[in-house]
């Protein structure tokens, strides 16, 4: 059967078949919005970046224990491309996957998911509960504070950016501006 290029639309749907949670959801939503930032700011296929950012998680609700290597097979049975599978396979990279970020696209992908977690955390603890006023300096003061956001794994986030040549600052800079094209489909416009 012929690999087919996923639409954003297509992708949306098979989150929706496989993920009920809405912080799931609103998960993939935002590494959306940011691995299209990150497509423009690089001048990279938008729409591909895009798409593999909201299936990243694919099989994390209803196959935990199997994470990366269960969206493999799903993506396989759809005739997904090949660099779309090994880049969610790639996010798991040290964690659950052996598959290491190597494109552009994979790097990228791997230092912004966590990051996404922790901003995402520190917004919600502000008064405006919103990602459209927060600032680097509030997500650095959240970094620091180990028992904040712990399941934040801040290696990998130093790792990713380590990958991608960038200062961590400029990448949690970059990061929330992504953040901010999706804040009311995250839930994060909050009260401004």
């Known amino acids: 059967m012929e690999t087919i290029l996923p639409t954003r639309q297509e992708a949306f749907h098979l989150l929706k078949e496989f993920n009920t949670s ?7 939503l935002s590494v959306e919005g940011v691995m299209g930032h990150f ?7 938008k729409e591909k970046w895009q798409v593999i950012g909201l299936v990243h998680d694919l099989d994390y609700e209803q196959y935990p ?15 997904w491309p090949e660099s779309y599978i090994r880049a969610v396979e790639s996010h ?12 552009l696209l994979e790097k990228t992908l791997y230092a912004v998911d966590e ?4 901003i995402t955390s520190a917004c919600l603890v ?18 620091k ?8 794994d801040r290696t990998v986030i130093d790792r990713g950016a380590e990958m991608l040549g960038m200062e961590r600052t400029d990448l949690i800079t970059e990061t929330i501006l992504g953040m901010r094209t999706v804040a009311e489909a995250i839930g994060l416009k909050g009260t401004l």
């Open 145 to 152: 504070d180990k028992s904040f956001a712990a399941g934040v």
């Open 39 to 45: 497509a423009e700011k690089f001048g990279e296929d």
């Open 115 to 118: 990051l996404t977690g922790l």
């Open 92 to 103: 798991g990279w040290g964690l659950c996957s052996d598959v290491k970020p190597e494109s």
């Open 22 to 28: 809405d912080s799931l959801i609103r998960h993939g």
């Open 65 to 79: 224990d199997q994470h990366c290597k269960k969206s493999r097979e799903i993506l396989m049975e759809r005739n």
């Open 126 to 143: 502000r008064p405006t509960r919103s990602v459209l006023d927060i600032k680097v300096k509030s997500v650095n003061k959240k970094w």
